[in-house]
């Protein structure tokens, strides 16, 4: 599939890459369309662009996008954006070629998490010297990402900077104000209880952010295997240390989660599921889970409240809406 996508595209630029550029001088020019990857940075753009034009994502609730590959449809859509915005490092790595060829064709293509400063990323040593791709489990790194959108943005409708840099600077004040939050109700659990464990290693700039061990049961990307020995090992460590909640993600199977409960079960030690958390995606789109915001604020409430520590039911915003935890 790989192989025909490329071809497609290789096609196609030729004839439609010179024309989707935009001249914003009559009023339907204006609306123009930002295409991204996952709804994370969606949401970003949507916060930043307003009502100068449309927002759409490639990869919706429930997707994984360590192994989403594009369809005929994905690649129509991207090549007829005018800005497309995307994680990198290699987070899409079904996509990673795609999206460079584009690049290479004068697109307006931009890795977002690769315009970044370097120091702010994880480099995990089994990770074949890439960077972790998670960025945006870090308010204090996504909000990076806002800048460099709301600048590309600009950079692409220079008419409209002043109203992009309004919206950033609003964005960023949410973005600050869940930051505070999370580390508010996150510092009421109890220090020997600080150990978020889940389907797959997503949560790592979380728990630096938040003052938490995170253990994943896969790796970085969901398309490495969970082998026997590494469910065993998390087993002795929930045992010995008396973990009250384990947690299943809404994008990853929660078979190897559903093991631990079970392996911790017969050593002795009743070990919930502390919840759902959003790792890879957000929630539905039109609700609040399927905002930025409301992503990490659940994620932060869900940990707290499964983990012994003091949250409102609700959330920050009394928005949530599943009543979470205990």
């Known amino acids: 599939m790989g192989k025909r996508i490329e071809f497609f595209i290789s096609a196609i630029l030729l004839l439609i890459v010179s024309s989707t550029g935009v001249s914003l001088a009559s009023d339907e020019a204006k609306k123009f369309e930002i295409v991204s990857t996952t709804s994370m940075i969606a949401d970003v753009a949507r916060n930043i662009v307003g009502e100068k034009g449309m927002v759409k994502a490639l990869m919706g609730t429930g997707i994984d996008p360590h192994l989403y590959k594009p369809t005929r449809s994905d690649m129509l859509t991207l090549i007829n954006g005018?800005?497309?915005?995307?994680?990198?490092?290699?987070?899409?790595?079904?996509?990673?070629?795609?999206?460079?060829?584009?690049?290479?064709?004068?697109?307006?293509?931009?890795?977002?998490?690769?315009?970044?400063?370097?120091?702010?990323?994880?480099q995990p040593p089994e990770f074949a010297g890439h960077f972790d791709p998670h960025i945006w489990m870090d308010p204090s790194i996504w909000i990076r990402?806002?800048?460099?959108?709301?600048?590309?943005?600009?950079?692409?409708?220079?008419?409209?900077?002043?109203?992009?840099?309004?919206?950033?600077?609003?964005?960023?004040?949410?973005?600050?104000?869940?930051?505070?939050?999370?580390?508010?109700?996150?510092?009421?659990v109890p220090t020997n209880g600080r150990i978020i464990i889940t389907a797959h290693d997503a949560f790592h700039y979380f728990g630096k952010r938040y003052g938490f061990k995170v253990l994943g049961i896969q790796g970085i990307s969901t398309e490495s295997e969970a082998g026997v020995r590494d469910i065993e090992k998390i087993i002795d460590l929930i045992v010995t240390r008396k973990?009250?909640?384990?947690?299943?993600?809404?994008?990853?199977?929660?078979?190897?989660?559903?093991?631990?409960?079970?392996?911790?079960?017969?050593?002795?030690?009743?070990?919930?599921?502390?919840?759902?958390?959003?790792?890879?995606?957000?929630?539905?789109?039109?609700?609040?889970?399927?905002?930025?915001?409301?992503?990490?604020?659940?994620?932060?409430?869900?940990?707290?409240?499964?983990?012994?520590g003091d949250a409102p039911a609700r959330g920050m915003h009394g928005k949530l809406e599943l009543v979470v935890g205990r």
Not at 159 to 185: G, I, Q, T
């Open 145 to 188: 990402v806002v800048d460099v959108v709301g600048e590309e943005l600009s950079n692409f409708d220079p008419d409209s900077r002043e109203y992009y840099a309004a919206n950033v600077e609003a964005y960023k004040s949410e973005m600050r104000a869940l930051d505070e939050y999370a580390k508010r109700v996150l510092g009421t």
């Open 243 to 308: 973990i009250k909640a384990v947690f299943v993600e809404t994008t990853v199977a929660d078979r190897n989660v559903r093991a631990l409960v079970e392996g911790s079960r017969m050593r002795g030690h009743e070990v919930l599921i502390g919840g759902a958390l959003f790792s890879d995606a957000m929630g539905k789109s039109g609700t609040y889970e399927g905002t930025y915001i409301g992503m990490i604020d659940s994620n932060v409430t869900t940990i707290a409240r499964a983990l012994g």
């Open 82 to 122: 005018n800005v497309i915005f995307y994680n990198g490092l290699f987070l899409e790595g079904k996509m990673q070629s795609a999206l460079e060829r584009m690049k290479a064709a004068q697109k307006k293509v931009f890795a977002v998490g690769e315009l970044i400063d370097k120091e702010l990323l994880h």
